[in-house]
């Protein structure tokens, strides 16, 4: 990287940009006839092709919400944004097949590296479609079937006929439309009745070009007892124009199945992060999003789970950073549609250098719902007087028999917190450092053990100089 | 521009605001048509005396005022409505400066007719110590009010308003500024009307201004009471604390959205939120959306919290093993709950007067 290109990326570390080497790349811009081609490219089955220009048609006339970061939001101008670029010929078996500057990218990030130790199937998206894609022989062997979306519906149309739009229907929202008239890539994630995928499975997604449009679309569906760990990673360049992700995932836990989706979101500050995330808990199966957001220049994603089987059981835990022109208007939804489900919301917030952290949240208790369990916990901190901090949850609760709490705090850090630690030979930066790790522990607990200590270290790293 | 002509001169307010969500204007509205301003509007009929009902004492002052009270904010849809139809009932009330009064001062407001509205602004003087109860009694099948309230540096304030309508729905739509120093209790006891939509606006202007909003909400059959309440720390050394108790019997639902806004140089403000609320019976409902936007980072603390749920099964299980019937138990236990904000609101003479209310209340509850 030159030293011009580390000015400009500062302290994000995943800023830098390899040249355009497009093999197929659009015209900036959204129709029908984008639509159609994109399609037609990927040599969809006509249900597909139609329920994209019926998305589209949505997505157009459709108006932007009402409501959250709205001048941002009416700040994108869709018609600047490239829909779709494929870089390289196809997705590749090994990383040795894989163009060198895009390799050379994801060595940087860690990828090839991970998957060797700790990973049970990697999945590489570069731009629009996915680059490399691997998966453990020993999980194949047991049926699990771990592909890109593109893939998946190429060989396995049924199964994707049967799920795809079933949780988040292309009308649900404006962005929803949008990824469903142009998503390319994205996972798709079948596990089979009984199977225990021990070794999580990772995809990470890189946008490379400016002015660019990701707009992946994630399936993953555990069958009956079957429990899977899918972890997603994802970064940017800096650049001086905008970029947009927009991406839809669809979870389905049937009975007695277990999913954890984890994600870490560390898009540069110039990408717009509009993502819908949902996923059904049938009987006595467990969902659990845990989600940090770290990056972007606004992000809306409220993670979804309905629980619609008896003894579902559904977690959100996430944390939140909004430093310097950041908007992070996060947080969780759970619908608690059957008897005795139960569900956790954690949401830790940091807000510093005049960013925005919000959350937004939802929990629904049905009128059928007996003996439901919620709890609620949002805090956040700021940590200079320019920053804010926004806490919108909803409780809407119909049946009597429910126990339903809330709370949520917003502070600063005590000086006497850092005066101690001082005491005991920190500068006030590590204090601080400490002090903010110590606050994002619940969730970086949760987290494999090379994603926490990154995760430590990213925030060590924005808490530099924070003090004085 | 007119009255009239202001209110139709708005735009519909938008569900996806939070204080319209769960009561859509046209819902409250007296004919559901929003675009209809009522012909025919009975004036309330106003009693004010101490509450033993003996003449004001000195100091204190009721008068009809000329024009209408306005809240400086944008869209007011509702206050709007009501200075419509109210344009010649406004009237104000004041305390002055320094006055100090043993007893709680009596606000009677019964409507009549079929629409019913007033106007009412209060000034309570700098350094007095007062305490005023608001009793809203049936009559109209409608009745709006609209109230403006100014609390002076130092002046120590409480306020109750009580909902005592029949099958009628009520709007109130109210503001209170809070200056330098002043020390407010702000309570609201709801028990009567079908439906009612509150939107309590209180803002803390002078630095070290206190205040204190608690609710005690008794829903019963197919009654809707849907409260809005936001609170503005907008200079330091603020402190604030919403209680809001909803139990909830019957077919009723309550509704209660709050927003605590700390404005950005208000350091070492102090404040806290909490919904609570007892669901009765299988087909009650409670909604709740307590919102907080800090821009202010010098906070000794900013929070908020709500609890929804059924009566104690264990609390339930110890009184009857003292001897207690099963409805004499929760009738106990959903007294005690509402009791925890009935006793924060003003003076123990209120509380008492207010105790006895509430309890007369509960055979209402199923």
């Known amino acids: 990287m030159s030293s011009d290109a580390r000015d400009a990326v500062g302290d994000y570390k995943a800023g830098w940009h390899d040249p355009e080497q497009a093999t197929v790349r659009f015209d900036a811009g959204l129709s029908e006839q984008v ?67 895009i390799k050379n990218t994801f060595d940087r990030l860690g990828i090839p590296d991970a998957e060797k130790k700790w990973l049970g199937g990697v999945t590489a998206q570069y731009e629009s479609e996915t680059i490399y894609h691997s998966i453990r022989e020993d999980l194949e062997s047991q049926g699990v079937i771990f592909l890109d979306m593109d893939a998946g519906l190429r060989e396995y149309p049924e199964i994707v006929k049967k799920y795809f739009c079933s949780i988040i229907p292309y009308q649900d929202n404006k962005f929803s439309a949008l990824n469903t008239a142009v998503w390319s890539g994205g996972s798709f994630l079948y596990v089979p009745k009984g199977v225990h995928v021990e070794l999580p499975v990772q995809a990470y997604f890189r946008i490379n070009s400016e002015n660019m449009g990701q707009f992946e679309r994630t399936l993953i569906v555990a069958e009956e007892g079957s429990s899977v760990s899918y972890i997603e990673g994802c970064s940017a360049p800096t650049y001086s124009t905008d970029s947009l992700h927009s991406a839809v995932v669809e979870l389905i836990a049937m009975p007695g199945a277990s999913i954890r989706y984890t994600t870490i979101q560390n898009w540069s500050n110039n990408v717009y992060n509009l993502v819908t995330k949902r996923a059904v808990a049938h009987e006595n ?62 949401s830790k917030s940091i807000s510093k250098d005049g960013g925005r952290g919000s959350y937004r949240g939802m929990v629904t208790v049905s009128k059928k719902a007996d003996n439901c369990k919620v709890n609620v916990v949002c805090d956040a901190l700021i940590l200079d007087e320019k920053s804010r901090s926004d806490t919108y949850p909803t409780m809407e609760i119909k049946n009597s028999s429910c126990r339903c709490e809330h709370e949520a705090s917003v502070s600063k850090v005590s000086d006497d917190q850092i005066f101690y630690l001082m005491s005991r030979g ?14 994002f522990e619940p969730f970086v607990r949760e987290l494999p053990m090379e994603y926490a200590v990154e995760l430590n270290k990213l925030m060590a790293l924005e808490m530099e100089g924070s003090i004085g | ?106 606000l009677t407001l019964e409507s009549t007719g079929s629409v019913s509205g007033i106007q009412i602004d209060v000034s309570v003087g700098a350094n007095s110590q007062s305490e005023l109860l608001t009793l809203i009694e049936s009559g109209a099948d409608w009745f709006g009010l609209l109230r403006l309230g100014t609390i002076n540096d130092s002046a120590i304030f409480n306020d109750v308003v009580v909902n005592r309508l029949g099958a009628s ?108 609320n007892l669901l009765l019976s299988k087909d009650a409902e409670a909604d709740s959306i307590p919102e907080l936007e800090v821009l202010e980072n010098e906070v000794v603390g900013c929070g908020h919290g709500t609890a929804s749920g059924p009566v104690d099964e264990e609390q339930l299980f110890y009184l009857k093993t003292r001897g207690f019937s099963d409805t004499g138990a929760r009738g106990l236990l959903i007294t005690a709950f509402l009791n925890a904000t009935l006793n924060e609101m003003g003076s123990k003479q209120i509380h008492t007067w207010l105790d006895h209310l509430i309890s007369g209340g509960l055979s209402s509850l199923s």
């Open chain 1, 35 to 101: 639509v159609r081609d994109i399609s037609e490219l990927k040599g969809e089955p006509e249900w597909m092709t139609d329920i994209r220009v019926k998305a589209y048609h949505h997505f157009m006339a459709r108006p932007m919400p009402t409501w959250g970061s709205t001048e941002l939001l009416n700040s994108i101008d869709f018609d600047k944004i490239c829909y779709f670029l494929r870089s390289g010929d196809g997705t590749k078996g090994e990383w040795d097949e894989v163009p060198e500057d």
């Open chain 1, 285 to 346: 199966s467990t969902i659990e999003w845990v989600d940090a957001n770290v990056g972007s220049k606004l992000t809306m994603k409220y993670p979804a789970i309905i629980l619609k089987g008896e003894g579902a059981h559904g977690e959100v835990i996430s944390v939140a950073y909004s430093g310097e022109g950041m908007h992070q208007d996060a947080g969780a939804k759970v619908h608690h549609l059957a008897s005795n489900t139960t569900s956790k919301i954690l």
């Open chain 1, 426 to 439: 920190h500068s006030e930066d590590e204090a601080l450092a400490l002090i903010v790790n110590g606050f």
């Open chain 2, 1 to 106: 521009m007119s009255s009239e002509a202001e209110y139709l001169a708005l735009p519909a307010p938008d569900r996806a605001q939070h204080l319209w969500r769960y009561t859509p204007w046209h819902r409250i509205h007296p004919t559901g048509k929003p675009e209809e301003i009522p012909s025919e509007v009975s004036p309330a009929v106003v009693s004010f005396t101490l509450l033993d009902g003996s003449e004001l004492p000195k100091g204190v002052s009721i008068s009809a005022i000329d024009g209408n009270i306005t809240r400086n904010i944008d869209s007011d849809v509702g206050g709007a409505f009501i200075r419509a139809l109210s344009s010649k009932g406004a009237i104000k009330i004041t305390i002055d400066d320094g006055v100090i009064i043993e007893q709680p001062l009596l």
């Open chain 2, 169 to 276: 729905k009520l709007l109130r739509i109210e503001e209170f500024t809070l200056l330098r120093d002043a020390q407010v209790k702000l309570g609201t006891v709801g028990s009567g009307g079908v439906q009612t939509k509150g939107d309590l606006r209180y803002i803390l202007q002078g630095r070290g201004a206190n205040l204190q909003v608690n609710g005690s909400i008794l829903s019963a059959g197919n009654q809707h009471n849907d409260h809005h309440v936001e609170i503005m720390h907008q200079e330091s050394e603020t402190f604030s604390r919403l209680k809001w108790h909803s139990s909830c019997g019957g077919k009723s639902r309550t509704i209660g959205t709050g927003m605590l806004r700390i404005a950005h140089g208000a350091k070492g403000s102090d404040s806290a939120q909490v919904f609570n």
